[in-house]
């Protein structure tokens, strides 16, 4: 199941894509260095822009990265 600020934090995310408020920005990763190109929505407070991170795109082939959702059945090798 998915929880309650994951499904809000994507609500969010749609809201700001639907206004044209998204942004794709290279950060660092805080935990290797390594550069990591970050999905943001974009909001104002007052004359300064504000970025919030949603995450970053996956390197290489996406696929490889997660498995889908497990459905009861067993995972194929």
Do not use: K, W
């Amino acid at each position: 199941m998915i929880p309650d600020h994951a499904r809000a934090n994507f609500q969010t995310l749609l809201r700001a894509a639907e206004s044209g408020d998204l942004a794709l920005m290279e950060c660092t990763d805080a935990a290797t260095g390594e550069p990591r190109y970050v999905i943001c929505a974009v909001g104002r407070d007052g004359g300064d822009y504000m970025f919030t991170p949603f995450g970053h795109l996956a390197d290489g082939n996406p696929y490889d990265a997660y498995l889908p959702p497990n459905t009861g059945g067993e995972i194929a090798a």
